[in-house]
C-alpha cells in the first residue's frame, strides 16, 4: 500500500481535490501544485515530498496525461538541458489561488534582487505585513485577564492568521508551537528559504508585536520533520 506520507519533510500544499480518482500520493502532487502562484520544479516537489524523483516524475506524467497538470521549459541558465516546470491546470482548481502567495512571492523576488541583506530585510517586510494582518484581524478571543492567558490569546491571533493564508497550522496545547502542514510557496521557498522563512517568521513577529505579546524565542524551523514546518511562538 503506497504512503505518501513516509519520509515526507516540509508541509504540504493547502488543497484537495475532490471529485477525482486520484492515489493519497498523485492527490497530495497535485495539492501542492494547485498551491503554488507560479511553477515548481521537480527537485522541488521531490523535497517536500520526499519520494525518488522518478516516482515523482511518474507521478506528474500521469497528472499531465489526465489534464490536471501542465509542464514548460524554463528558461535556459546556462550549460545543460533547461529544467521542467510544472503547474496545475485552471480545470484543477477548486478555488482561487490566495492572493497572499503571488504577493510574497513577488516581494521574496523584489528582495533577493535588492537588498544586501535579504533576510533581514524579508523579516521586516514581514513584520509589517504582520502588523497590518493582526490589525486587520481585530482584537483577539480569549481570557485577557493575565499576562500568561492574554499572551496565549495572541498566540491564537497569529495562529488565525497562518490559517488564513492557507498555512493549516496545528497548535500545541498553549500555542507555543505550531505545525504549518501546507505550504503555499514551496517553489519559491525551494529556491530561497532564507528569504521567505523570513518573511513568515517577520509575519508571525508583528502580528505578536501588535498585540503585545512577547517574541523572544520566536523561530521557524523549515522542512523539520515529516509533514511540517515548525514555528515557535516563544519560550515555555
Given at each position: 500500500?503506497?504512503?505518501?506520507?513516509?519520509?515526507?519533510?516540509?508541509?504540504?500544499?493547502?488543497?484537495?481535490?475532490?471529485?477525482?480518482?486520484?492515489?493519497?500520493?498523485?492527490?497530495?502532487?497535485?495539492?501542492?501544485?494547485?498551491?503554488?502562484?507560479?511553477?515548481?520544479?521537480?527537485?522541488?516537489?521531490?523535497?517536500?515530498?520526499?519520494?525518488?524523483?522518478?516516482?515523482?516524475?511518474?507521478?506528474?506524467?500521469?497528472?499531465?496525461?489526465?489534464?490536471?497538470?501542465?509542464?514548460?521549459?524554463?528558461?535556459?541558465?546556462?550549460?545543460?538541458?533547461?529544467?521542467?516546470?510544472?503547474?496545475?491546470?485552471?480545470?484543477?482548481?477548486?478555488?482561487?489561488?490566495?492572493?497572499?502567495?503571488?504577493?510574497?512571492?513577488?516581494?521574496?523576488?523584489?528582495?533577493?534582487?535588492?537588498?544586501?541583506?535579504?533576510?533581514?530585510?524579508?523579516?521586516?517586510?514581514?513584520?509589517?505585513?504582520?502588523?497590518?494582518?493582526?490589525a486587520e484581524a481585530g482584537p483577539v478571543e480569549g481570557p485577557v485577564e493575565g499576562p500568561v492567558e492574554g499572551h496565549e490569546g495572541a498566540r491564537r491571533g497569529v495562529a488565525e492568521i497562518f490559517e488564513n493564508m492557507g498555512f493549516a497550522p496545528e497548535a500545541d496545547a498553549d500555542v507555543r508551537e505550531l505545525r504549518l502542514t501546507r505550504c503555499p510557496l514551496l517553489e519559491a521557498a525551494h529556491q530561497e528559504p532564507d528569504v521567505v522563512c523570513s518573511v513568515h517568521?517577520?509575519?508571525?513577529?508583528?502580528?505578536?508585536?501588535?498585540?503585545?505579546?512577547?517574541?523572544?524565542?520566536?523561530?521557524?524551523?523549515?522542512?523539520?520533520?515529516?509533514?511540517?514546518?515548525?514555528?515557535?511562538?516563544?519560550?515555555?
Amino acid at each position: 500500500m503506497e504512503n505518501n506520507d513516509a519520509g515526507r519533510r516540509g508541509p504540504r500544499p493547502a488543497r484537495t481535490p475532490s471529485g477525482r480518482r486520484l492515489s493519497p500520493t498523485r492527490a497530495a502532487l497535485l495539492e501542492t501544485l494547485q498551491a503554488q502562484p507560479e511553477p515548481t520544479s521537480l527537485p522541488a516537489l521531490v523535497k517536500t515530498t520526499g519520494l525518488h524523483d522518478n516516482t515523482v516524475r511518474e507521478h506528474l506524467e500521469g497528472l499531465r496525461i489526465s489534464g490536471l497538470v501542465r509542464r514548460t521549459k524554463a528558461p535556459s541558465s546556462g550549460r545543460g538541458r533547461p529544467r521542467w516546470l510544472y503547474e496545475a491546470t485552471p480545470s484543477s482548481h477548486e478555488d482561487p489561488r490566495p492572493e497572499y502567495a503571488a504577493l510574497a512571492a513577488a516581494l521574496a523576488t523584489v528582495i533577493v534582487r535588492t537588498s544586501p541583506e535579504p533576510a533581514a530585510e524579508a523579516r521586516r517586510a514581514g513584520a509589517d505585513w504582520g502588523r497590518r494582518l493582526a490589525a486587520e484581524a481585530g482584537p483577539v478571543e480569549g481570557p485577557v485577564e493575565g499576562p500568561v492567558e492574554g499572551h496565549e490569546g495572541a498566540r491564537r491571533g497569529v495562529a488565525e492568521i497562518f490559517e488564513n493564508m492557507g498555512f493549516a497550522p496545528e497548535a500545541d496545547a498553549d500555542v507555543r508551537e505550531l505545525r504549518l502542514t501546507r505550504c503555499p510557496l514551496l517553489e519559491a521557498a525551494h529556491q530561497e528559504p532564507d528569504v521567505v522563512c523570513s518573511v513568515h517568521l517577520g509575519i508571525a513577529q508583528g502580528a505578536l508585536e501588535r498585540y503585545d505579546a512577547p517574541t523572544d524565542g520566536l523561530e521557524l524551523l523549515p522542512f523539520v520533520e515529516p509533514g511540517a514546518c515548525l514555528l515557535r511562538l516563544g519560550r515555555p
